[in-house]
Structures are given as C-alpha cells and as structure tokens.
C-alpha cells in the first residue's frame, strides 16, 4: 500500500489538496475535514518516523507531531481491488518508542530550549499562555505570552485564569483514588453499586469504576447533537445522567478503549454517592486547598470570572482564531470534560 499521497495531503497546507484526496479516496470521512484539519493546525501536522507493518491492503507507521514530542500511531487500510479505496484510517496517541528517546539535558539547557521553543511557538501565533518550570518545588522558568483577550487586547499575566477542560480528569481520578484508599470503594465495583437506580442495567451490572477511569466501558459522549438540543438544561451532573442514562454501552464493557466523556460524569456521581459530599465541595477540601491551589475553582459559565481569559479555537473558521465560549455547558459541572469547563492559577 502506498500512502505517499495521502501524507502528502494530510499534511499539506492546502486544505482544498486534502479536500481532494479524500473526495476520490476515502469518501467516507468527507465528514470530518474540518476535525483533521483543526487538529493539524493545533499539532502542526505530523512528520514520519518508521514503517512498522505493509502490506498491500495495510500500513501501520509511526509519526509525530511537529509542535510536540507526542508519538502516534497511524493505521491505514484499503479496498484489495480497484480503486483501493481507503477503509480504515486511525490514529491513536502512543508514548514514545525507545528507539525514539529524547535527549538527556542539564537544566541549564533545559530552560534555553524550552525559553525557545515558547517564543517562537508565542510569535507564530501557536501558543498563549503561560509556563512554569519547577525543580523540587522551586520554579526556574515563569513567562508569559500572548493574549488573554484578542478582541481588548488584554495580555496574559501570571494572575491569568484558564480553563483547563480535559485535564480535570486527573483531579477526578485522584478522588476516587483517595476514596479508594479511604475504603469507601472498591475499582472493581460496578456502577451500579453506587447508582442503584442507574437507567441502564447493563451499563449498571457491567461497567466498573475502573472502566471508567480507562476509557473502557463503553460509556460513550456527552457532546455531539443532543448535547446542542439540550444545552440550558444541563446544569446538575444528574441532568446529564438523566439525560443519556437511558443508553446502553457502544462496545462490550471492557473489551476496548474509547475515550468517554460521559464516563468522567459518572465518576463525579459516584465520588458524592462515596463521600457524601457534592463533588465540586470534595475537589476544592481534599484537593485544591491541600495543594494549595487556593485561586481554583468551577464556576458556572454564565459567571463572570475575574482574571480568567477568552478561550479561542480554529476549529470550523477556516483556521482563523474566534472565541469558542458558547459552546461550554452553561454550569460547570462535567469531571473532566474536554470544553474548557474550570478556572486555575
């Protein structure tokens, strides 16, 4: 299988070029254009590392990202006959092969690179924000970059706010690890262990917490159309439950990874049915405050927040940045979600 068009295509600058290679080669995922490209602009495209498998109908290759030291893998099949049609094409995050080891720095070295690699990062219009670089609790490296606000032209300060979305997850995977070795639950617990009442039974007796810490139940997403529908009346983590509790799991539970959204909402019901507390008052008592993260919190999105900046997106604008606010639920109250849902500093 040759995928040398394909690479081309993909990683072109040229949208239309892609647009074409899909039109005539894999119709199918005409569909999301607009997510690939969107994903190209934030990693800045990929480029190839080595072949792992090839054959007529399959090539597996290892690539990385150009703005990161983040390894993929990328999986492609195709028709056996004519015209070889694209049937498969994945990608999936992966760590970094050994074969492909980084470099060891002093931290001297360390702070030149990455004091590069910011600014040009910041004058190339792929980053703002800020960056801190810590060595046993001291930080050697603090700097800012860009703007908070585009529109006002406010810069980004050290106060600066910013919502952190997906990487909540890490905060919700400590408390129910904290309720694991508190004892007041168990990894291998279904779901409905906690959620008696669980609309689906299956997902109730089949899904695990640990499941749902992996991605592996089946739990499924939140966003898509019937988040849209629904938006204004999501505002309490049972809203959510109540609103696609009815579904049953995309895939046997456990039997694949499929990154779930929905499956972090259903973490955050079970540490307040584990603790007995509402889950935004456990993060901010065994969490943020002894961490002493002191200026953390989630608050609504209809709320004005001092200090905390605009979040922009390329996505759907033809790769031009606008403000992507209005797409946050309304409350913030998804565990982990991958909208920009809390404020940190």
């Given at each position: 299988m040759n995928a040398q068009p394909g690479w081309r295509a993909l990683t072109a600058v040229d949208r239309d070029t892609y647009r074409d290679f899909l039109q005539k080669n894999f119709p199918s995922h005409l569909q999301d254009i607009e997510r690939d490209l969107g994903f190209r602009d934030m990693n800045g495209g990929f480029e190839f590392r080595k072949v792992e498998e090839s054959a007529p109908t399959k090539l597996v290759v290892l690539v990385q990202e150009r703005a990161s030291d983040q390894f993929a893998r990328l999986t492609m099949e195709a028709e056996p006959g004519e015209p070889h049609r694209i049937t498969r094409m994945d990608l999936l995050a992966i760590p970094r092969p050994p074969e492909f080891a980084l470099p060891h720095m002093t931290q001297s070295e360390l702070i030149k690179v990455l004091g590069t690699r910011t600014a040009d990062d910041a004058a190339g219009d792929r980053f703002a924000g800020a960056v801190l670089l810590a060595n046993n609790g001291r930080p050697v490296f603090e700097e800012v970059y860009g703007l908070a606000d585009r529109d006002r032209r406010i810069p980004n300060t050290l106060k600066t706010r910013f919502r952190i979305g997906s990487m909540n997850k890490m905060f919700t995977a400590t408390a129910i690890l904290q309720l694991l070795q508190a004892g007041?639950?168990?990894?291998?617990?279904?779901?409905?262990?906690?959620?008696?009442?669980?609309p689906n039974k299956e997902i109730a007796t089949k899904v695990t917490i640990k499941q749902l810490l992996t991605h592996t139940g089946g739990t499924g997403d939140t966003f898509g159309p019937e988040f849209d529908a629904h938006r204004l009346e999501l505002r309490t983590l049972q809203d959510y439950v109540k609103r696609y509790g009815g579904r049953g799991p995309q895939f046997e539970p456990g039997s694949r990874w499929e990154?779930?959204?929905?499956?972090?909402?259903?973490?955050?019901?079970?540490?307040?049915k584990a603790s007995g507390e509402n889950y935004y008052d456990y993060a901010r008592k065994h969490i943020y405050e002894p961490a002493g993260m002191t200026s953390t919190g989630s608050e609504p999105e209809d709320q004005a927040v001092a200090d905390r900046s605009v979040r922009y997106t390329k996505m759907g604008s033809n790769g031009q940045w606008h403000a992507n606010n209005t797409h946050c639920p309304i409350a913030a109250l998804q565990p982990g979600a991958d909208t920009p849902l809390w404020t940190i500093s």
């Open positions: 007041k639950l168990r990894l291998d617990d279904p779901l409905g262990k906690y959620l008696t009442d669980y990154y779930s959204n929905y499956g972090f909402v259903l973490l955050g019901v079970v540490i307040e």
